[in-house]
């Protein structure tokens, strides 16, 4: 059995769900996030903070500081440097979606109106190259510049992930281990540093904080692998997204990867046509969800998410806080079993 | 008789400007920082370091990593880190850069088609966000976390004045007051922010610190007034850039507000529909330069500029160097000069 069927089966939720017991663990430490949050994003220049209240306040998990306070409580940490780094890693997670948002041209983030329609690109990018300033800001004042590094490469190599997937739309001989990179650059360096951070800043030994590291990592890979599956469950709108976003920006994500390998002459025109060529028409996007589901594309992405999830968990092995421990496999578990 | 006036008088240019003296003075720290600089725009995603060296090999002035090596250097510094944070302001710069041109929808940046035009603006967005992380990645390995604070705050004040611009296009009520608030953020604060970086790196004392980011923050505005007394000097084309970027962006820059104030009934209605409307014809650059040329608000324009030149040259009174002041304060009188 692995780990992750082991914590579905040993582990029942209650009302609530992983995500909010582990808030639950951390809650005055996020409290005080929040107000640093909401501190830090203001400005004389009334449009930053309203543009950046959209966003902040419309309802986001807050997975990435969770991840950084959840580390930190791990370590035994008694500090406060920690509520800077997760006000600091929402910033910079804020500034990314602003800036993905315009690059991807959506229309929804979190089932509201995304800030590029609302105030249009140019604010967008701004406020996102300020809260991205903000994000470094904070992080001065814990004076802890290893932390700081850790934070900054991870940024760097978010911004490359982003330049690989805009590179790779189009291309249908994109490989798994092609889409992995990406999803690895994009999506887990930033939960992966979110977690080292709240770890090292505590001063705890390096084998925790790679155990921290290593779980935020997989559990990124994971957390995006679900997403990519999700956007051609036909649920999606429930997730407060733009149905199909994926398929129209011609997004080579491990779905079509998948269910391009499994199909037969009929659907490989058509997925050289819709994504190959980008020439979409009414009814595609149905069709390519029918060719994704009958090739068991959608399975087989949660079978590599729980792999993930898996491996999230094993690294957690080394964590001497089980109340910690246990939290942060509820969560692995939950992130993969989301939006069924 | 003015500094800057003094200046002029007593110095008397040979072959090379004043810009190619200073670098002349710290040609081998610019040789280290121009490897640098080329060394960590490398990535293995391709499309980040064509795109980023098409910018920073299109023949920029360096001035902001001049400021850095100068000021370090005016202190008697004998390290190394100031190689590192004269990279990192370019790539702030650079960064900077690359948003604007897609903020501002330009054509031509330094005489050559815009990364936005070549490439698009979503790998302009995303290698822009990848110099900025690269940024602080210098900047954490010089691990002087107090320099770091100076570049951040400069870093989100330049993204606060960006936002302001934006609020203030279309319209003529701005005020001169107004006007330089937004070019103290969006251009003084990274220059004084350069050059204060370099002092504080060395060590040195506070008043010198001082002396270096205050003769730096004068200097930015008087070049960022000649920059837009230039956009209206029908000799903006020789600069390498588009002519009349602002007008047909609207932006209310000192010489229109000056032109405003100084205008006729029937100017004052040219300028609400080209400005206040944006509603522009063809002839009307042409008009709007006619305005401003015979309202005086060019020469005025300049002479707001000399007079922050002035004060630039009077910050470097308390500077040891004889050598870094003198070519200093000849690089002011040149910014002021240029373009004539």
Redesign the interface.
Known sequence: MTITAEVAQSRTGGGLSPIDRLHALVAADMEAADRLIHERMG???A??PDLAAHLVDSGGKRLRPLLTLAAARGCGYAGEKHVKLAAAVEFVHT??LL?DD??DASTLRRGKLAANIVWG???S???G??L???A??LM??T???NV??II??A??V???G???Q??SANNLATTEEHYLQVVSAKTAALFAASAEAGAAVTGANASLVTAFRDYAHNLGIAFQLIDDALDYSGRQAEMGKSVGDDFREAKVTLPIILAYARADEEARRFWTRAIGAGTQTEGDLQRAISYIQDTGAIRETHRRAAHYADMACAALRKIPSPEIRDALIDVAEFCVSRGY
């Open positions: 400005s004389a220049v449009l930053i500034a990314t800036h315009v690059v690109n140019k604010p990018i701004l406020v190259d300020f991205f300033s903000k470094f800001e001065v004042e004076g802890d510049v700081l590094g900054a490469r940024s760097s978010i911004a490359e982003e330049v690989m805009l590179k």
